[in-house]
């Protein structure tokens, strides 16, 4: 947790106390560490630094401009999946040359609008999208360069609402299938069929899944050059997992390890696209006790003023947050030996009516009472970008701390903006 630290009993966002934040921007605020966001990209950018990757930072993950804009100016490039990530990525300065396009479902219009903007290239998810690419560009007058989304049946034994590349996932195309692609690419004149795509699920706690499909392009490669395919590029998407509870995980260098190699021997420029691992552990989502209540057999419920419209993993993948106060005790996970706060077993809920507007169950806590403050941790990555407005609830304000200064780089949703366009 880089930028997070506790400090005289109290939780800091790099050079300010969290809670000076809650008061001035009110809550469920998320907060971001621009120290933390750069060096995570920095750590991925080290650890590949051998092969020359092109790295693309994933949108998805969290598509805030000001952020965008940070990861674009310490280079980073940017893995899109629809027209409205290319229109975030253009907007906040990014490089065409570097931006690279996936999904399964990109439309004739997004694909011209990608094109006109020159982007560096499209992950292609079926023959049909690229039949569909190669009508645009001979319409513009350019060449779609592609690489073809391989589904090589790894499993990456993440949750199963992320796994992405086992032969039941509707993402890439069977190995099989993908030769055949590839041997008839001459059909599509407009197009430049020249890379491999695969992204195996996300978060993968382990390096094997990444070595297997990399056995598997090692049989690949060598069929499609012998198509006479002129291979480029190889991505093998994100996937690189963080901590969420504070337990040692591996890190970018390990998987580089595995990776790096194995595109040197296949002679190809490597792309990757993280996008949890820089943003993830860069954030905490704030979020006020709003009352404590006693429900059957003694079991207490801290009912906070965010809510699964805020983060919704909990809610959606059964995912763990640490959440713990931002005054009292230090945090097990930012200090050396175990806390030695008194606890209280507690289930940690949002006001939304939805019993899965849950954060944590029998979980727990220091003693807490309504107006205290908690922090949700690891917020960065799926949270504001999957957030919704359910419950007629306005979105959360976003602020971005770097040392002592805190600036709002997006501001928190009104009701008027609730019923905008209805
Ligand atoms: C094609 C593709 N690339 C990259 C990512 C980013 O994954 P992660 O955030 O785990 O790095 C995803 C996530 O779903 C993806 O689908």
Known sequence: MDGFAHRGGRLYCEGIPVERLAERYGTPLYVYSRAALLARLGELQGAFRAAKPLICYSIKANSNLSILRLLARAGAGFDIVSGGELFRALRAGADPARIVFAGVGKTPVEIRAALKAGIRMFNAESEAEIAAADAAAAELGVRAVMALRVNPDVDARTHAKTTTARKDNKFGIALPHAREIFAARGRYP????????????????????????????????????????????????????????????????????????????????????????????????????????????????????????DLVRPAMYGSHHHIWPARGPASPLLSAGPSKARLETVDIVGPICETSDCFAKDRPLPPTRAGDLLALFSAGAYGMAMSSTYNSRPRACEVLVAGTRARVIRARETHEDLVRGE
Request: charged fraction near 20%; glycine fraction near 8%; hydrophobic fraction near 45%.
């Open 190 to 309: 407009h197009v430049e069929l020249s890379g491999i795509h695969l992204h195996l699920g996300s978060p993968i706690y382990s390096v094997d899944p990444y070595r297997e499909a990399l056995a598997k392009m090692d049989r690949f490669v060598p069929e499609l050059r012998a198509l006479g395919v002129e291979l480029k590029t190889l991505n093998l998407g994100g996937g690189y997992c963080v901590s969420y509870d504070g337990s040692a995980v591996i890190r970018p260098r390990d998987y580089a390890q595995v990776i790096v190699p194995a595109v040197r021997r296949l002679g190809l420029q490597l792309i990757i696209e993280p996008g949890r691992y820089v943003a993830a552990n860069s954030a905490l989502l704030l979020a006020r006790v709003v009352y404590v209540k006693e429900g059957w057999n003694q079991r207490r419920f801290v009912i906070l003023d965010a809510a699964m419209n």
